[in-house]
C-alpha cells in the first residue's frame, strides 16, 4: 500500500468518527479563516470541577464525565442509562476573571477547571439521569453567541497562549467585546495522530 493510499484511508477512518459524534448545534455568522463567529443553541452540559494543572484536570474530569454518561447514573425509572458520547470535551478555568491577553490564560497549575461534555439534543434536564457521582452535575446552558480559532495538533499551554493572544487581537480589530472567559474545545480521542486532531479556543461575546 502506497502512502498516500494509507493517509487517505486513515482520514476517511477518523472523517467517519467525527461525523458520528453528535455536537452542538451552531449558525455561522461570520468566517475569515480559521476564525468564525457562531450563535449556538440553547444545550445541557454535564459539569465537573477538578484540581490541579490543565492536563491533570483535563484526564480526571473526562474520566468522571465519562463515569456517568457510561452507566454511572439513575433513570427515573431507577435503572442506569447509557448517554451517547458527544463531541467537544471543553475544559475552562474557574477564574471569573482571565486576562484574554496573558501567556497563562489556559494555564493556572494548580488553580481550579471546568470540564464538561454537551449532552445528546434528544434529552432534556428531566429526561436526563441523575449522575451517581456529587461532583458530577448538569447544568442548562442559554444561546450565546461565540467567537472561535480553529487549529490542529497538539493543545500544548504554549500553543493554547498564542491561539487565544490570535483571537483577542482578531476580535479586538472588529471591536467585539468579550462576555465570558476564554475555553479549549478538543474534538478528539487522545490516539488521534495530530495533523487529524480539532481544537478550538472560544470565548463567550456581546
Given amino acids: 500500500m502506497s502512502k498516500n493510499v494509507a493517509v487517505t484511508l ?3 477512518l477518523f ?3 467525527i461525523m458520528a459524534i453528535e455536537e452542538p448545534k451552531y449558525d455561522v455568522l461570520e468566517a475569515s479563516g480559521a476564525f468564525e463567529v457562531r450563535a449556538y443553541s440553547p444545550m ?3 459539569e465537573t ?4 494543572s ?3 484536570a483535563s484526564g480526571k474530569g473526562f474520566r468522571r464525565i465519562a463515569g456517568y454518561i457510561f452507566g454511572g447514573n439513575t433513570s427515573s425509572v431507577g435503572k442506569k442509562e447509557e448517554i451517547s458520547m458527544t463531541a467537544p470535551v471543553t475544559i475552562e ?3 471569573e476573571k482571565i486576562s484574554m491577553t496573558a501567556p497563562v490564560t489556559m494555564k493556572e497549575d494548580g488553580g481550579s477547571w471546568k470540564v464538561h461534555f454537551v449532552m445528546p439534543s434528544e434529552y432534556t434536564m428531566e429526561t436526563l439521569p441523575n449522575p451517581n457521582e456529587s461532583n ?3 447544568r442548562e446552558v442559554p444561546a450565546q453567541k461565540y467567537a472561535v480559532i480553529r487549529f490542529s495538533g497538539l493543545a500544548g499551554e504554549k500553543k493554547i497562549a498564542l491561539k487565544t493572544k490570535e483571537l483577542n487581537q482578531w476580535l479586538t480589530g472588529k471591536n467585539i467585546r468579550l462576555q465570558g472567559k476564554p475555553q479549549l474545545a478538543r474534538y478528539n480521542p487522545p490516539w488521534t ?3 487529524f486532531r480539532r481544537n478550538e479556543v472560544l470565548v463567550a461575546i456581546e
Avoid: C, H, N, R
Wanted: net charge negative.
Fill in 15 to 17: 472523517s467517519v468518527q
Fill in 10 to 12: 486513515v482520514s476517511l
Fill in 193 to 195: 495522530l495530530p495533523f
Fill in 93 to 95: 478555568p474557574k477564574a
Fill in 44 to 46: 445541557i452540559v454535564a
Fill in 54 to 56: 490543565m492536563d491533570e
Fill in 136 to 138: 458530577v452535575t448538569l
Fill in 49 to 52: 470541577l477538578v484540581d490541579g
